[in-house]
């Protein structure tokens, strides 16, 4: 009869042990940029929303694992909605950053990832509050670095209102004279500028595309034509 009786708790024991499911650790990324490298600071309005997009990517580990993503750090003057979010990856949560009339300046930020089977993951980040019309950024004075496909210089600029929220004409851009006016568009979204190709004036033909900051911005342009008569491919880069 003993020998009945341990033979079933071992068979017991055995049958538990099989069904018992070990979870391996989650591998995953956390990413808020379209190139799912890095989370990245971000420029918000003073006075809006910006909506930032964080996608989560799972690699290996238990794959019925949830992710809670948790923000911290933001000045009680600046909403966010969601602050907490919790899903199984792969996924994207879009958290929606509110101002009105907020002072301008930089606040560190932090995004920790917290799952069941692995440990916290933490992503510090910077956001930077900067005006509703972007182009106010690059109001007044600006000095110009110019690397080109044939010389190296610098020149002074002035930005300008052009009277329509984030477009900047930039006098003198380049160098390329007083009569020479270029009209630059910012997307306050994704931080970006564009230049239209056009006749900016001084016998001035060219587009461009580029990047900004709060504090500088980066065009690559290429010109067709230029007071000095050709034309050349350059990247420069203003700041305040």
């Known amino acids: 009869m003993q020998k009945i009786v341990l033979f079933v708790l071992t068979l017991s024991i055995f049958t538990l042990s099989c069904d018992k499911t070990v979870k391996q650790g989650l591998v995953y990324t956390v990413t808020n940029d379209a190139q799912d490298s ?7 309005p003073d006075s809006g929303t910006y909506t930032m997009p964080v996608k989560v990517k799972f690699f290996t580990g238990y794959q019925n694992d949830y992710v809670k993503l948790v923000l911290t750090g933001l000045p009680s003057d600046i909403k966010v909605t969601p602050d907490t979010f919790t899903s199984i990856p792969n996924f ?6 509110n101002t009105y009339h907020v002072a301008l300046g930089v606040h560190p930020v ?8 692995a440990v916290p993951q933490i992503y510090n980040f910077n956001v930077t509050v900067i005006p ?7 109001w007044g004075n600006l000095v110009g ?10 020149s002074a600029a002035t930005g300008v209102s052009s009277g329509t929220t984030n477009k900047l004409i930039i006098n003198n851009f ?21 230049i239209a190709y056009g006749n900016y004036g001084n016998g ?11 504090d500088s911005m980066m065009i690559n342009y290429v010109a067709t034509s230029i007071p000095t008569g050709g034309g050349e491919s350059c990247t420069i880069t203003y700041k305040k």
């Open 38 to 44: 890095i989370m990245k600071d971000i420029f918000i």
């Open 174 to 194: 380049a160098g390329y004279g007083i009569h020479c006016d270029v009209v630059v568009d910012l997307n306050c979204d994704n931080d970006s500028l564009h």
């Open 110 to 117: 932090t995004l920790t990832a917290y799952t069941e089977t």
């Open 204 to 214: 001035v033909m060219l587009s461009g595309s580029g990047i900004f900051t709060a």
């Open 145 to 154: 670095t110019s690397a080109c496909t044939s010389r190296s210089y610098t």
């Open 132 to 138: 509703a019309d972007c182009a106010k950024l690059f």
């Open 92 to 97: 994207t949560q879009n958290f929606v950053f």
